[in-house]
């Protein structure tokens, strides 16, 4: 009876252990090799072709990302809501390797040329100054689903329906603080990394900066 009763719980346990497991990873994509390499070839001419073009033709380089999984919070947003909004404006800027760079909010950082570090400015001290980097989101073309390119009613340039799959449940797999600059002939925009956000993060709680935005 013991025994039993030691191996239903053991597969009570096992069957909660797996239950729990899926909750977890519910909203992970698992993709394979040749399907990451797929999307990656069909998005990549698309990307560069749109923002070529926008930039030549000096247009608006705006767009809209929206989370595949949460369409039916769009055009609301709740402002308590936890997390990253559901969709967001950025400006669709630039293409690297893997996907496409997402504009996000630049900021004024500080450089400290003895460590060669980085760390946002102490407001609370009255601390101005610093370089101005743009913060740029690097997304996966794997993680995109669909593009309208023409807009809707609401914004009328394009929507990027992502799966949000990436760090901290956003559509990035990294961010980063960039240079920016052209090149010619067209004046086209560009961006050099200077510092993950990661690291300057890191540096500014160890300053003991506490406001970082």
């Not at 100054?129 to 993680?143: A, K, R, S």
């Not at 956003?170 to 990661?198: A, G, K, L, W």
């Amino acid at each position: 009876m013991l025994e039993y009763l030691s191996i239903a719980g053991f597969r009570l346990a096992l069957d909660g252990f797996k239950s729990g497991w899926r909750f977890w990873n519910r909203n992970k994509r698992k993709l394979t090799a040749q399907q990451k390499l797929e999307l990656r070839q069909r998005w990549k001419k698309p990307f560069e072709d749109y923002i070529f073009n926008s930039q030549r033709e000096k247009l608006r380089l705006d767009a809209i990302m929206r989370d595949i999984r949460r369409l039916d919070e769009y055009p609301d947003i709740d402002d308590k809501a936890p997390g990253i909004s559901p969709w967001f404006r950025f400006g669709l800027v630039d293409t690297y390797e893997r996907g496409f760079m997402a504009a996000l909010t630049g900021r004024n950082l500080f450089h400290d040329v003895k460590t060669d570090k980085w760390r946002f400015l102490d407001r609370a001290k009255g601390e101005e100054g610093g370089q101005y980097l743009d913060c740029i989101g690097y997304v996966p073309y794997e993680f995109i689903e669909q593009v309208d390119w023409d807009g809707d009613k609401y914004y009328n340039y394009p929507q990027i329906y992502c799966y949000f799959a990436g760090i901290h449940k956003q559509p990035y797999e990294r961010i980063v603080y960039c240079e920016r600059f052209t090149s010619p002939p067209y004046n086209t925009m560009h961006f050099r990394e200077v510092v993950d956000q990661v690291d300057v993060l890191k540096e500014s709680r160890k300053a003991g900066i506490k406001d970082f935005w």
